[in-house]
């Protein structure tokens, strides 16, 4: 029961934080002469046969899926007092490069598709692995770091493209990469659509959508259960308490940041391998950073960050059906950007509420025998604390909107 | 108490109560006018909860404030300040780049400016009360006495009539304290009324006029330091008998644990932080380290801890060469470590307490599994301890910041001992803990030395060290410049030691 209340507690705010973005966005709306009841009816809406709305989930879900990865890699460095804001570059080199070599070999199908995959992970693990050596050895701030490191990597992504790694016949208006074999294609999952009695729609459901599941619950088992993990989150909440528990902080920056670059690795993976199949000047951009807000939304916990990046991919959705009712997409954007300011807030508040409450719980001790001997385990009365651990915990490792 | 003239503060049936635990029941309290009264009580027990109260944060359920007769609601600090209560925090808030007269202004720019006025009344007050302050000086060049004197002048500057000490002396060297006292005793000269914060019992018997005792959250008596023993105090504190920190048979045995050979450690400027120390601990033996704060005790145990690396000398546990190892493998190996601030090295604050069993034991039994931390077993483990230890607190899955002090130094001991370590690093280990606390903590090192446990003891409290150690080292400037026998040694003696005015080594054991 305790857990049960202890989800509450720690769903409670970002919920509200949601309902208040969303009130905040409307006035926005009415003060630009649009009218929020329509805007939101028209985002809603998912159409009217059963192909439009499967469609519209399907949509949903395969940008959900490299948002949720984004967050992922974001809230890993997260946990560990570490701003990872290079995330950005760190996939858009892991993708380029993964399209390159994808498209220069020629192995029988799953091999193909591990190959890439894990060219991706590797390019991206060594690029933040950067930041974490010059962190360790300059003491240059990750932050710094991972920022400027973002242009270098958007820059040599664009050398890359165009030059050694170019596909496309020169002269034409989009440059991509060669495009991908058909082995190398990650296999959507739309047979599982038709097994569960829904409308087979046009678009593909990404495939991707398993590893991102698999990768999502190996993170979890990784924080919570692992020594490791341990290591990890115990130096996100007092780096001197960790080194003098035996924690290496110099190993754990650079094994953290190889950890959260080989999941930035993965963010470009699901379009590349489900639908797009080469890299190209029209490739989704942006992901690394909406991964920083994403994150925030979900509080670094996993299961948190999963349901951030589908609200934010159904926002997203929004915006082509907004355009077609001729209601600024821009819209969207406002309501992201309130999203996630009021989250932080409400994250920073609630955070106060139960470092407060645990602080007067302990006032008093609770009633003891005099003479020293323990008390018993009924008597001792249940204070806030135990139910505020969640949003305790995971508040205090969280980064402030100065990151961004 | 039939005193004509009204009360400076009285508190009559104070309440206060928390979701499911009542922090004050029935609390009476009466404070004559220039009078310095001495609260005490374990930790733990409410005082804090009590001076919150008088102090505005938080408003009683039940129960009325008087000040000077008048009954008074306070909303917040502002509302004591305004009516002249003011509080001096064991932890000092000073900001140390900046000036004495600056800090003290800061946040009161209202009352005198920030110019010319607020400097004379700076004077002014310093001068009254003889606090010495030279409003000039940047706060991070003063000592630890020094910057006390600051705070009660902070308060004082905001026209405080009644001030709050709490837990002043916990800081100070015993010379330290002997000035605080001095300064107490002006503020009650001009008529100030001061409420003064302690489990130091001796302390209290020497500084306060009156006393009143709490525990578990109500006042059980008052007292007449003049009277009263300290023993007596601490019965009607805990309701039981004080132990004392005397361990007199010797259990120190031939086989080295710990040597240090020429171990140096670079300090912030040209001066090393750890000058060139050689010491042996020995199986059973409690090898005390005495030294005003800031002499390279606390560098010396982050080099013992692998926390800081070596410029020069080995370190050598057992028979192993361990100057090479990294912390883990250390405490693996074991050494054991109560850190000197549990805050920032012993505990995770806003993780469970079973977290913070884990914490330094990582990879050992009962808490890891091959790679993966084994949840269930450092939860009933952790249970274990708080039986064992005595740490009151709801269960293990509450947050560490929920703990009093010496709740939480009793996890951390507990911690320590479960892994059963050949050495224990002791650092202030008794530091803001309750008398039960101490002496449990006290009880616990006493078994440990007994069965062959070699135990580096670093604490200011004089008292400690003499009573618990089998050798003393007496640490300044980063070198040890005497050792001595702590059966031949008065804390007069050793403060003289520390403080560099004796050196000729009278009590020398060499």
Known sequence: MSALRRTGQALLAPA???VIALVISAAVMAAIGVDPARAFSVMVDFGDTPSQQVTAIVVVLNRAVPLFLAGLAVAVAFRMGLFNIGVEGQYRMATVVAAGVGASVSLPGPLHVLLIIVVAMGVAAIWAGIVGVLKVTRGVSEVISSIMLNFIALGLASFLLTGPLRGSEPGASIVTTTEIPESGWFPSLNGLLGALGLANPPRQLYGFLLVAVVVGVAVAVLLKRTRFGFDLRATGLSASAASASGVDAKRMVITTMLISGAVAGLIGLPDLLGSDHSYGTQFTSGLGFLGIAIALLGRNSPLGIAVAAVLFAFLDRASVPLQIASIPSSVVTIIQGTIVLAVVIANEIARRIARRQAESGSAVAPPAAGDGSSPEPGSTPPT???????????????PTGSAQ | MTESAPLAVELRGITKRFPGVVANKDIELRVARGEVHAIVGENGAGKSTLMKTLYGMHRPDEGQILLGGREVVFKSPADAIAAGVGMVHQHFMLADNL?????????????????GDARRRIVEISDAYALGLEPDTLVEDLGVGDRQRVEIA????????TLILDEPTAVLVPQEVDELFGNLAELKREGLTVIFISHKLDEVRKVADAITV??????????????????????MMVGAELPTPETRTSTVRETPVLQLRGVTVAGPGTRPAVDDVTLTVREGEVVG????????????????MGLRPLAAGTIVLGADDITSWTTRTRRERGIGFIPEDRHRQGMLLDAPLWENRVLGHQTEAPNAKGLFIDRKAARADTERIMREYDVRAPGPDTLAVALSGGNQQKLIVGREMSAGPRLLIAAHPTRGVDVGAQSVIWELLKDARAEGMGIVLISADLDELIGLSDTLQVMLRGSVVATLDPQAVTPEQLGGYMTGAVTSPAGSVQ
């Open chain 2, 154 to 161: 902070k308060v004082l500057y905001r026209g405080a009539t």
């Open chain 1, 16 to 18: 509200l934080a949601v």
């Open chain 2, 289 to 304: 380290i005495a030294g005003v704060e800031g002499n390279g005790q606390a560098e010396l145990v982050d080099a013992v």
């Open chain 2, 99 to 115: 000036t004495v007269l600056e800090n003290v202004v800061l946040g009161a720019e209202k009352l005198h400016g920030i110019g």
């Open chain 2, 214 to 235: 709490i525990r578990r959250g109500t006042t059980v008596g008052t007292a007449d330091p003049r009277t009263t023993t300290a023993k007596q105090l601490a019965e």
């Open chain 1, 384 to 398: 806030g604390p135990a139910l505020t651990n969640a949003t305790g915990s995971a508040g205090r490792t969280e």
